[in-house]
């Protein structure tokens, strides 16, 4: 373990809602760019709402598709 550490305290001391904090952050931008995630498909109720939701609009949203 002689590596240098990624992230250090150069002044002053943090309490336990600071490291906290720096964590989040730190756990938040390590997320990998390139993963993939699937769309989370829109219901129609608020496809309706959308202006230019195409052929779906809240008069055809209870018709069956």
Same mark, same amino acid.
């Given at each position: 373990m002689n590596e240098e550490p990624l992230v250090s305290v150069v002044r002053g001391s943090l309490d336990d809602h600071e490291v906290a904090a720096l964590v989040a952050i730190l756990t938040s931008r390590s997320t990998s760019v390139n993963s &993939? @995630?699937?769309?989370?498909?829109?219901?129609d109720w608020i496809?309706?709402?959308?202006?230019?939701?195409?052929p779906r609009?809240? &008069? @055809?949203s209870t018709l069956p598709r």
């Open positions: &993939r @995630t699937t769309p989370q498909p829109t219901s496809r309706s709402a959308r202006p230019g939701a195409g609009n809240w &008069r @055809t």
